[in-house]
Every structure is written in structure tokens, then in C-alpha cells.
């Protein structure tokens, strides 16, 4: 079985989380853990790259993360967990 681990993390908790439940999965026989980010909008690379700030390092170390694709989402064999950061701050596993 695939697990295929997408998140989208801007102050690096939900990809603390993420990476949680990757080395929690990686732990059970059998399963195929895939974790993957959400490409950020390019504007908002532009803007995190001249501000330098907190952002821009939690972007930095995303880097190595590939970005999750279509081909990735369309795996009929794999099973899937969303993570994302609502508007007040409550992180949500789907």
C-alpha cells in the first residue's frame, strides 16, 4: 500500500506534523510513505525572498521536498493525507 503525504506549511508546523505521521507510517510493514509539499505562488516566493524573514528559511528548508504533482494525486493505489493551516492558525489532518 502508498501512502502519499501532501502539506502546505508557511511557518513549518504543519510540516513538522507531516513529517510526524511520514516517520510514524514509515514504521508499519507494508507501506510505501510518499511525503510532498504545495508549490507556493510565485508571487509569494518573490515576496518571502526580498522580505529574508522566518518565512523564507521554513521555505528554505522545504526545498529538498518535491512538490506534489497530478501524477502523484492519480495513483489509484494510494491513500492520501491533506495537512494545511486554517486562517486562525488550527492545523487540519484530512
Same mark, same amino acid.
Given at each position: 500500500?502508498?501512502?502519499?503525504?501532501?502539506?502546505? %506549511? +508557511?511557518?513549518?508546523?504543519? $510540516?513538522?506534523?507531516?513529517?510526524?505521521?511520514?516517520?510514524?507510517?514509515?514504521?508499519?510493514?507494508? +507501506?510505501?510513505?510518499?511525503?510532498?509539499?504545495?508549490?507556493?505562488?510565485?508571487?509569494?516566493? $518573490?515576496?518571502?525572498?526580498?522580505?529574508?524573514?522566518?518565512?523564507?528559511?521554513?521555505?528554505? %528548508?522545504?526545498? %529538498?521536498?518535491?512538490?506534489?504533482?497530478?501524477?502523484?494525486?492519480?495513483? /489509484?493505489?494510494?491513500?492520501?493525507?491533506?495537512?494545511? $493551516? %486554517?486562517? /486562525?492558525? /488550527?492545523?487540519?489532518? /484530512?
Amino acid at each position: 500500500m502508498k501512502l502519499l503525504i501532501v502539506y502546505h %506549511s +508557511i511557518y513549518g508546523h504543519v $510540516q513538522t506534523m507531516a513529517k510526524a505521521v511520514q516517520e510514524g507510517a514509515q514504521e508499519v510493514v507494508g +507501506i510505501d510513505v510518499v511525503l510532498r509539499r504545495v508549490r507556493e505562488f510565485s508571487d509569494y516566493v $518573490q515576496h518571502i525572498e526580498a522580505e529574508k524573514g522566518y518565512s523564507y528559511q521554513i521555505y528554505q %528548508s522545504q526545498v %529538498s521536498i518535491p512538490e506534489c504533482t497530478l501524477d502523484d494525486l492519480r495513483d /489509484r493505489q494510494t491513500n492520501y493525507t491533506f495537512s494545511e $493551516q %486554517s486562517e /486562525r492558525g /488550527r492545523n487540519h489532518m /484530512r
